[in-house]
């Protein structure tokens, strides 16, 4: 079964960054899409995805300050978040999905927990 761990957030001023991880456990399948989002699992929304022919995607209001990337190796997804904003505090979700990442994200296979952003101004 598999398993998505967050780690990386945390407390930061306005301007700050942080960078965040996700780990994935036990995962089966060669080629998948994963990605970062917020209001996950009920209404997610797309920060920054990575689909299954590498093609990234960013939500129009973090582009310029935030970075996805991935080691596949070790099935790890990073968030590079630079010049943090009081809007970008909340909870960030990794999700992850067998074969590309799909039109409606409610029904992407697995979500972590999620893992808290603060940012304060």
């Known amino acids: 079964q598999v398993r998505l761990v967050e780690s990386g957030g945390g407390s930061v001023e306005a301007g700050g960054s942080l960078r965040l991880s996700c780990e994935a456990f036990?995962?089966?399948?060669?080629?998948?899409?994963i990605g970062w989002f917020r209001h996950a699992p009920d209404e997610p929304e797309r920060v920054a995805s990575i689909?299954?022919?590498?093609?990234?995607v960013y939500a129009d209001s973090v582009k310029g300050r935030f970075s996805i990337s991935r080691d596949k190796a070790k099935h790890t997804l990073y968030l590079q978040m630079d010049n943090l904003t009081p809007e970008d505090s909340g909870m960030f979700y990794c999700?992850?999905?067998?074969?590309?990442?799909?039109?409606?994200?409610?029904?992407?296979?697995?979500w972590g927990k999620g893992i808290l952003v603060t940012v304060s101004s």
């Open positions: 036990g995962y089966p399948y060669v080629s998948y899409c």
């Open positions: 999700g992850s999905h067998r074969g590309n990442c799909p039109l409606r994200l409610k029904t992407m296979d697995s």
């Open positions: 689909d299954t022919d590498d093609e990234i």
